[in-house]
């Protein structure tokens, strides 16, 4: 503050707990780390006047407790049975922390409580590091390798402490230190073509990689290379105070690049942000007169690569402040601001970026908002905004009755919902035979939304009472009051455990239900089917007549393994009486819910052979009666049969980690040892390859592949190395993972959309992907446009021009996602655009518009096509009457350089009364790259 007052009555505002002591520049540490040898204030006051009377310090019969506060304990703390609170980490660490002991409680095997006698001083957990890396005292990380380099690297230096260094254990011989992080690889991994550096130093003094030719895929104008190419920094952080290179070549030199830092402390006034708006403010320190300063100012999606100038003149500015305005809402932006002195016209080299965020916009309403009835609930469904303008947070059901609202009820988003093309609510407890009317109402961080449109539903009464008209031993005859009614759904299910139940459809208030089993009861339920959903269902229970079906016997001998064969099963059972025109079906599992789950193997005769099951393993059989004349009957005994080892079978839990395949023999007790057959087939260049395994005899085996190239993937199969042998079934193996795009918005522009995302450096292309699936799992009915950079101007013709399976929907409402495409086309995972979702009206009759960036080479494609249908039309208007006519209309299409589209105008071509085809235009399903 220029008055100062932000830096007075700072004693008071500083305070320490009673359990820290404050260092005097008004830090807070632990007490006990006062004067305990190791300086853990910044100025040192923690070691100040520390001398000891009567002994030494460092004797550990006089090492200080931990004194930390009891009572209510912060959440990064646990509390001890003694009300004390210890950090949370230090839970089961195999010493007790806590006066009595109860850190140490419960902790199972494995966690035994050291013995601390005369215990050793411990330093405290260090936090705020990655691995490979040293804290130094003021917080700064450095790489591991920076350690005992005989260079200080720390500010105070302690990464050169002699009593520290001397210890230090250096790589043996065989092994290469990374440069950086400090790590050993073997001598036979470096230049090997794999990074096995955390830091890929292994791998960057090589012969096919000579570090003194680094690769600069940089955008020089606003970024520069370090760390061999691998690294692309903003000019903007330059000299900045901090290290965004590994090899902090960014912080190097700065006395050169100090004279060109004119603007500091850049950064966005929060207070001022709007849905569309960013104020940036600044300061400049080194110049007393500002008065000779001029600015230019630009922008770009935070992380993209296209920066859009404000303007290209120079202005001045003496608030030292700027408003950025036209932005999109609830969108990440990249703000930077240039400076040159009017005086010699001289452009300062620094040009500061920070980031920002636009607030949320106002949300469009839900849409396709449907309303079915369920009994006396509603079951509510809706899709997305098009136009979220930040995360919808909560969708707002309220619900009209007689033109009052009656409820107002909070659907939360959840994480499901997001996966989901359309969000579901149920509204429970309605009054049957009442009128309702529903609308729902999205909500972000800021706004509302209008109200969707509203829906009414009629909720319909319920039917009367199921009358039986006639019962017989495999039928039942029933009807109903149809309360003016015209389809019914009837549903039945007997108490049969192998009873899945059946359901149908019918136009009158009566049915005859047959087919069902003799002396049995079934629980019938019939629901009116309405054109707004479907009545509380009307129940009753029922028994038929007559006598029930005989239950099959098998005894302890009417099972066993086929002679041949070790894994098909022989089955034989008895029914009494006897009946020789009965069919049995077979139910069989790994346990009693499998097999009721199961569909049974049909049979004519009272024995049966079951093969093709898995070598080793436990299964339950039962047989019972399952006749389309006779009915369903119960179930016979069960009976257990463990199948045997078979050459032929499969390996069993076949399972991937990493680039390592784990499987286990095809029994748990292996006589004979066998060999293994591994089968790959790269599912992105469809290339196989097999591996040969020598035959051993252990029960869990696993086989690492070579590290494998970024993106691939790969279906697996093993079986046992013998002709015939049955493979297990495909586990995937996936190479190291592309860089997916980041930062991708979907942006309504006009009739179309503009998706853009930040550049990924090691990707060739791109795939932007429209999908009605928003898990983008499903991709059938889905629009897959290639392009080389970003953004992409997407126009309703994209979808006008695209072929839909029959399945598809005929809405025009997608989820946005983009991914890398590198140049072996190996892919990365999809990047979606948050909750947009694009709903995309048809181009008007009469024209066919061409976005310029919707595919790669679109204006030189344009013009081919053109050329070439010009000839054609060319000879044809001079033999065809009708041609000609029309031949100046045609010539009328024309490409516009202010909108960068091609539209061709043929509403003038048509007529009714000619029967000769007419041109309708150019599709751009396909993009031509030239």
Known sequence: ????????????????????????????????????????????????????????????????????????????????????????????????????????????????????????????????????????????????????????????????????????????????????????????????????????????????????????????????????????????????????????????????????????????????????????????????????????????????????????????????????????????????????????????????????KTRDGVPSPPLNLQAVQKGRDMELSWGWPASPRGNIQVFVVRVFQGGDQRQELDKLVTAGDQDSNRVMFTVHGLEEGGDYEVEVVAVNEEYHSGPSTRVRLSMSNTLGVIQVEDTGDIFLAISWGSNDHTKFRVSYKSDNPLDQGQTQTVSESRINLTGLSPQTEYNVQVSAITDSGSTTPATIKLRTKGVSLPVPVISKSGIGLHSDNPTTVKLTWAVKPASPNLQFGVWFGVSEEELIASNPRLTKTTTATISDLSACTDYIFAVAVFDLEAGLGKMSNFVHISTKFSPTAPPRNVSVEGNTLYWEAPCDIMTQSLGYLLYLKNVVTGKESYTTLAKVSKLTLSHTFKEQQKGSEFAITISVNIPDAVPSPAVYMYGPPIPAPTSVYAHPVGDGFDVSWAPVPSAQS?????????????????????????????????????????????????????????????????????????????????????????????????????????????????????????????????????????????????????????????????????
């Open 1 to 356: 503050c220029p008055d100062g007052s932000d830096e007075e009555g700072c004693d008071e505002v500083k305070t320490c707990q009673s359990w820290q002591f404050r260092c005097d520049n008004g830090h807070c540490i632990f007490k006990t780390w006062q004067c305990d040898g190791d300086t853990d204030c910044v100025d040192q006051s923690d070691e100040e006047n520390c001398d000891v009377e009567g002994g030494d310090r460092n004797n550990t019969d006089l090492l200080p407790q931990p004194n930390f506060p009891r009572g209510d304990c912060n959440e990064w703390m646990f509390k001890c049975l003694s009300e004390q609170c210890v950090p949370y980490w230090w839970k089961c660490d195999g010493v007790e922390d806590c006066s009595d002991g109860s850190d140490e409680d419960g902790c199972g095997a494995g966690h035994e409580v050291e013995n601390t006698t005369n215990p050793e001083p411990v330093a405290p957990p260090v936090l705020g590091c990655p691995a490979n890396k040293f804290q130094c005292h003021n917080g700064d990380c450095i790489w591991a390798a920076w350690v005992c380099d005989k260079e200080n690297d720390c500010v105070e230096g302690e990464d050169e402490e002699e009593e520290m260094c001397k210890d230090k254990v250096m790589c043996g011989p065989g092994h290469f230190q990374c440069e950086l992080s400090g790590a050993c690889v073997g001598l036979e991994k470096v230049c090997d073509g794999a990074r096995d550096c955390d830091d890929g130093t292994d791998e960057t003094r090589c012969a096919h990689n000579d570090p003194f030719q680094p690769v600069d895929n940089c955008d020089d104008e606003d970024s520069f290379s370090c760390d061999l190419g691998d690294t692309c920094v903003l000019w903007a952080h330059k000299c900045d105070g901090h290290t965004d290179c590994v090899d902090g070549s960014d912080e190097e030199m700065c006395q050169n690049w100090s004279q060109d830092v004119v603007v500091q402390g850049l950064e966005v006034e929060q207070d001022a942000r709007t849905m569309d708006s960013l104020t940036v403010m600044w300061w400049v320190p080194n110049l007393k007169n500002t008065d000779n300063l001029s600015y230019r100012y630009a922008y770009s999606i935070q992380g993209h690569a296209k920066w859009t100038n404000v303007s290209n003149d120079w202005t001045a500015n003496k608030h030292l402040e700027y408003v950025f305005s036209d932005l999109h809402a609830a969108t990440e932006y990249d703000l930077r601001v240039f400076v040159k002195n009017q005086t010699d016209d001289k452009e300062f080299g620094h040009a500061p970026v920070v980031k920002g």
């Open 766 to 930: 791109y795939e932007v992907v429209l999908s009605p699936d928003p898990t983008f799992s499903n991709l059938t009915c889905s629009i897959l446009l290639p392009v080389l950079t970003s953004p992409l101007t997407i126009q309703p013709s994209v979808l006008s021009n695209q072929s839909y399976s029959s399945s598809c929907s005929s809405s025009h409402q997608f989820s946005v996602a983009v991914r890398s495409v590198t140049l072996d086309r190996y892919k990365s995972a999809y990047s979606k655009a948050g909750q947009s979702i694009m709903t995309m009206a048809l181009s008007e009759a009469g024209s066919i518009t061409i976005p310029e960036k919707s595919a790669v080479g679109t204006v030189i494609g344009v013009l081919l096509v053109m050329l070439v249908l010009g000839a054609g039309l060319g000879y044809y208007a001079f033999s065809n009457r009708r041609m000609r006519s029309r031949f100046r209309e045609f010539a009328a299409g024309h490409y516009s350089s202010a909108t960068g589209a091609a539209t061709i105008n043929h509403s003038a071509l048509m007529d009714d009364d000619d029967d000769s085809p007419i041109i309708r235009g150019f599709s751009d399903d396909e993009p031509l790259v030239m």
